[in-house]
C-alpha cells in the first residue's frame, strides 16, 4: 500500500493564482482531512470528510475549498493564494470505525505564496 | 471546548539522557489519546495511543499513561537517541456529532538530541 499520497512537494504560487493541492489514499478509509502546519500553532484542519460526497468545514476553511467525488482522494482547492496561506499542508485519512482510529498522514506539500 | 497543551520546546538533551515531555489534556468525556511524531521534512505518524483511563501505551522505547485524575498523558523515554530528534505532538480523539472524531493537537515540541 502506498498510503496517504500528497502532490507537488513543494509549489511557489503568487497572490491571486489558484491551485489544486492532490491528496490520495488507498486503504479505503472513510476519513479525510487536510490539515495547515503554521510555527507554534500544531496542526489546524480546514475540511474534512466522512466519506464520498460529504464534506464540512474545520476550524480555519476560509480561502479554501474541498469535493469528494470518490473515496479516495480528496483535493483541496486554494482559489485566490494570499501570503498568509503560506503553510505546510498535510492531507491525513482513517477510518471511521471508532474514535480510537490511528490518522495515517501524507508526506505534506510547502506552499510559498509571494 | 476540548483542548491539549504541550510543554514548550526545543527540548535539547544529551544521547542517553531521560526524556519527558509533558501534556496535558482538557475534555469532556472520555478521549483517546495519541502521541504522533513528525521526523525532519516528513509528515506525521503515530508513535503510541491509549484509549481509555490508566492505559499505557508503548513503542519505540516511549511510553504515555493515561492519567484522567491529573488530564495528562506525558511522554517519556529512559535513555534518548540522536535518531529521536523529531517534533511530537499530543492529540486527542473525541466523539463527534457527525461521527466524525477529529484530532485536537497541541502545538508541538521539538526534541534535539546531541551526540
Known amino acids: 500500500n502506498a498510503g496517504v499520497t500528497q502532490t507537488p512537494k513543494f509549489q511557489v504560487l503568487k497572490t491571486g493564482q489558484s491551485m489544486t493541492l492532490q491528496c490520495a489514499q488507498d486503504?479505503?478509509?472513510?476519513?479525510m482531512s487536510w490539515y495547515r502546519q503554521d510555527p507554534g500553532m500544531g496542526l489546524r484542519l480546514i475540511h474534512y470528510?466522512?466519506?464520498?460526497?460529504?464534506?464540512d468545514q474545520g476550524e480555519v476553511p476560509n480561502g479554501y475549498n474541498v469535493s469528494r467525488s470518490t473515496t479516495e482522494d480528496f483535493p483541496l482547492r486554494l482559489l485566490s493564494a494570499a501570503p498568509s496561506q503560506t503553510s505546510v499542508y498535510f492531507c491525513?485519512?482513517?477510518?471511521?470505525?471508532?474514535?480510537?482510529?490511528?490518522?495515517?498522514f501524507g508526506p505534506g506539500t510547502r506552499l510559498l505564496v509571494l | 471546548g476540548n483542548s491539549v497543551t504541550q510543554m514548550e520546546g526545543p527540548v535539547t538533551l544529551s544521547e542517553e539522557a531521560f526524556l519527558t515531555i509533558n501534556c496535558t489534556y482538557t475534555?469532556?468525556?472520555?478521549?483517546?489519546l495519541f502521541w504522533y511524531v513528525q521526523y525532519p521534512g516528513e509528515g506525521l505518524q503515530l508513535l503510541l495511543k491509549?484509549?481509555?483511563?490508566?492505559d499505557k501505551g508503548s513503542n519505540k522505547g516511549f511510553e504515555a499513561t493515561y492519567r484522567k485524575e491529573t488530564t495528562s498523558f506525558h511522554l517519556e523515554k529512559g535513555s534518548v537517541q540522536v535518531s529521536d530528534s523529531a517534533v511530537y505532538f499530543c492529540a486527542l480523539s473525541e466523539p463527534h456529532m457527525d461521527s466524525s472524531y477529529k484530532l485536537i493537537f497541541g502545538s508541538g515540541t521539538r526534541l534535539l538530541v546531541r551526540p
Open positions: 486503504m479505503n478509509h472513510e476519513y
Open positions: 491525513a485519512s482513517r477510518r471511521l470505525a471508532t474514535y480510537q482510529e490511528t490518522q495515517y
Open positions: 470528510s466522512v466519506g464520498a460526497g460529504i464534506t
Open positions: 475534555a469532556t468525556g472520555y478521549p483517546s
Open positions: 491509549a484509549t481509555k483511563a490508566d
